[in-house]
């Protein structure tokens, strides 16, 4: 059974960076649209980055300029970089990679942010 893997998150201080990856096999990995999302304790979950099949990107505001999203079609990967992190930018990071009716979540990755 195909299965959406996240990794990359972890504990770092402000103005540093983590990779976030998220990978999943047995899926027509090119036609899926990728989006990170994050949800911070409180806090609904919100849009972080998405990366279309097509490798059109669109940022949530408060990201752009730090974050970056891409993919790697043949090792059926979505990233995201991010640098200068803030602490408000800790919460859970989820991936999810959507294609027509075919829709998948990743069980998240924590990345905080503090000093």
């Known amino acids: 059974q195909a299965q959406l893997v996240e990794s990359g998150g972890g504990l770092v201080q402000p103005g540093e960076s983590l990779r976030l990856s998220c990978t999943m096999s047995?899926?027509?990995?090119?036609?899926?649209?990728g989006t990170w999302y994050r949800q911070a304790p409180g806090k609904e979950r919100e849009l972080v980055a998405r990366?279309?099949?097509?490798?059109?990107?669109d940022y949530a505001d408060v990201v752009k300029g730090r974050f970056t999203i891409s993919r790697d079609n043949p090792k059926n990967t979505v990233y995201l970089q991010m640098n200068d992190l803030k602490p408000e930018d800790s919460a859970v990071y989820y991936c999810?990679?959507?294609?027509?009716?075919?829709?998948?979540w990743g069980q998240g990755t924590q990345v905080t942010v503090s000093s």
């Open positions: 990366i279309t099949n097509n490798a059109v990107t």
């Open positions: 047995g899926i027509r990995f090119p036609f899926y649209d």
């Open positions: 999810n990679l959507q294609w027509v009716t075919n829709d998948f």
